[in-house]
C-alpha cells in the first residue's frame, strides 16, 4: 500500500500565498519523481512542478517565478510554495508520485488533492 496525503489549500486573497504538502506513506522501495498538477473546473488537469529524484526541477510556464517546488527525501515528502497567487490560480491542487514499491515493481499514485481558491 502507498498513500499520498496533502494538505495547506484554503481561501487566499490575490497576491497572498500557501504552502502544499504531500507526504509519501506505505510500501515505499524508492521515489522517482514528486510533483504538483492541478484541475479547474471544467478545465483539464495539467502539471504545475515536478521534482524528480536527480534534482531536476520543472514548473508551468504559467507559474514559472511565482510557485517553488522542493523536497524533504527524508520524510517522503514535497511541497510547493505558491507566492503572488492570481485567481486563475484557482483549482484544486493534486500530489503525484512515482514510486517503486520493489526493485522492479512501480506505479503512479496521486492524492485525494486540495483545493486552493484565490479570490477577494
Known amino acids: 500500500q502507498v498513500h499520498l496525503v496533502e494538505s495547506g489549500g484554503g481561501l487566499v486573497q490575490p497576491g497572498g500565498s500557501l504552502r502544499l504538502s504531500c507526504a509519501a506513506s506505505g510500501s515505499i522501495f524508492s521515489i522517482v519523481a514528486m510533483g504538483w498538477y492541478r484541475q479547474a473546473p471544467g478545465k483539464q488537469r495539467e502539471l504545475v512542478a515536478m521534482?524528480?529524484?536527480?534534482?531536476?526541477?520543472e514548473y508551468a510556464n504559467s507559474v514559472k517565478g511565482r510557485f517553488t517546488i522542493f523536497r524533504d527525501n527524508a520524510m517522503n515528502t514535497v511541497y510547493l510554495q505558491t507566492d503572488s497567487l492570481k485567481p486563475e490560480d484557482t483549482a484544486v491542487y493534486y500530489c503525484n508520485a512515482r514510486i517503486y514499491t520493489t526493485m522492479r515493481s512501480w506505479d503512479d499514485y496521486w492524492g485525494q488533492g486540495t483545493q486552493v481558491t484565490v479570490s477577494s
Open positions: 521534482s524528480n529524484s536527480g534534482g531536476g526541477l
